[in-house]
C-alpha cells in the first residue's frame, strides 16, 4: 500500500483557465487545459488528503474522490477560494488565472462600427495566491509561475513578492511543454533551496510535485 503522506490533511488547488466576459458571448481567456492541476488533484488524493478542486472551464473528469468547485471568471475563483480557505493545510495555485478583466461587461453584444479600433480598457483582478499567502493563518502556500524568459529570476521574484512557501516554474514557451501538453517540466524554489523536475507526463511530474510539498509542508510544522 502507498505511504499515506498527506491523511488528515486538506489541501485546496486552483485548476484551468478563467474566464473574463467582455459581453453575452465573448471573454478574454487563454490556453491553460487543466490537466497540470486535475494530475496534482489525482496526485494529492492518492496521498490521502482531502482535496478540493477549484476549476475553471475545462473539459477534464473530476478525479475520483476529488471535491470539485466549478468557476468561469477570476472574480468567481477568488471568492471559492477564499470561502473555504480557512479550513485548508495547503493550497496550490495552479490556475492560470486571468491579471485583468475587462472594465465593463457589455449588457448587450458589442455592436461592429465604421471604425477600424476599437479600444477595451482593462481592470485588475484579486491576486488569489497572493491573499491567501498574505493571511494571518495561513495554509502552506505554492504558487506557480508561468515564464516565457528568465525563468529563475521571475519566479524567485514571485516567491518573495507574493510571499509563498514553495513557487514551481514552467517554461511556456517551450515546444511540448505547459500549457495544454501532456509533458511538463517544472523548476521548483522554495526560500533557501531548489530542485529540478525534468520533462514526464503531468500525472508523474504531478506525483513528484506533491511529494516534495507534502515534505516541505510536514518539516515546516515539525520545525
Ligand atoms: O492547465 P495546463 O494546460 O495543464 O497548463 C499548466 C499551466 C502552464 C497553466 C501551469 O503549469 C501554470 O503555470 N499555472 C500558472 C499559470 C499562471 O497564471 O502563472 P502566472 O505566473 O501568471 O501567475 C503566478 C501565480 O499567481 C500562479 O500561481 C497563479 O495561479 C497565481 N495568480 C495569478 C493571478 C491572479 N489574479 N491570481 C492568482 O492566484
Redesign the pocket.
Known amino acids: 500500500p502507498k505511504a499515506q503522506l498527506l491523511a488528515g490533511v486538506k489541501l485546496m488547488l ?4 478563467t474566464r473574463e466576459a467582455l459581453d453575452p458571448v465573448r471573454f478574454i481567456s487563454n ?7 486535475f494530475a496534482l488533484a489525482a496526485a494529492a488524493k492518492q496521498l490521502g488528503a482531502d482535496v478540493t478542486l477549484v476549476s475553471g472551464p475545462v473539459t477534464l473528469i473530476t478525479p475520483v474522490g476529488v471535491t470539485r468547485v466549478n468557476v468561469e471568471s ?1 472574480a468567481q475563483m477568488h471568492a471559492a477560494v477564499m470561502q473555504e480557505i480557512a479550513q485548508q493545510h495547503i493550497f496550490i ?7 485583468y478583466a475587462p472594465k465593463v461587461v457589455s449588457e448587450h453584444k458589442i455592436k461592429k462600427t465604421q471604425r477600424d479600433e476599437m479600444i477595451i480598457e482593462l481592470t485588475k ?6 491573499e491567501v499567502a498574505a493571511l494571518t493563518s495561513k495554509p502552506f502556500t505554492v ?5 516565457t524568459q528568465d525563468l529563475a529570476h521571475y519566479a524567485q521574484d ?1 516567491l518573495k513578492r ?1 510571499k509563498l512557501d514553495m ?2 516554474a ?1 517554461n ?1 514557451a517551450a515546444l511540448g511543454q ?4 501532456d509533458n ?1 517540466a517544472l523548476t521548483v524554489f522554495w526560500p533557501n533551496g531548489h530542485t529540478e523536475l525534468p520533462l514526464a507526463d ?1 500525472h508523474q511530474l504531478a506525483t513528484h510535485l506533491i511529494t516534495l510539498i507534502a515534505e516541505k509542508y510536514h518539516d515546516t510544522h515539525r520545525a
Not at 93 to 99: K, L, M
Not at 125 to 130: F, G, K, L, Q, R
Not at 178 to 181: A, E, R, T, V
Open positions: 486552483t485548476a484551468g483557465p490556453h491553460s487545459s487543466g490537466k497540470m492541476g477570476a495555485a495552479c490556475a492560470a488565472v486571468a491579471d483582478n484579486p491576486d488569489i495566491v497572493a504558487g506557480f509561475a508561468a515564464e514571485k507574493k513557487i514551481a514552467n511556456v505547459g500549457f495544454n501538453s511538463n503531468k
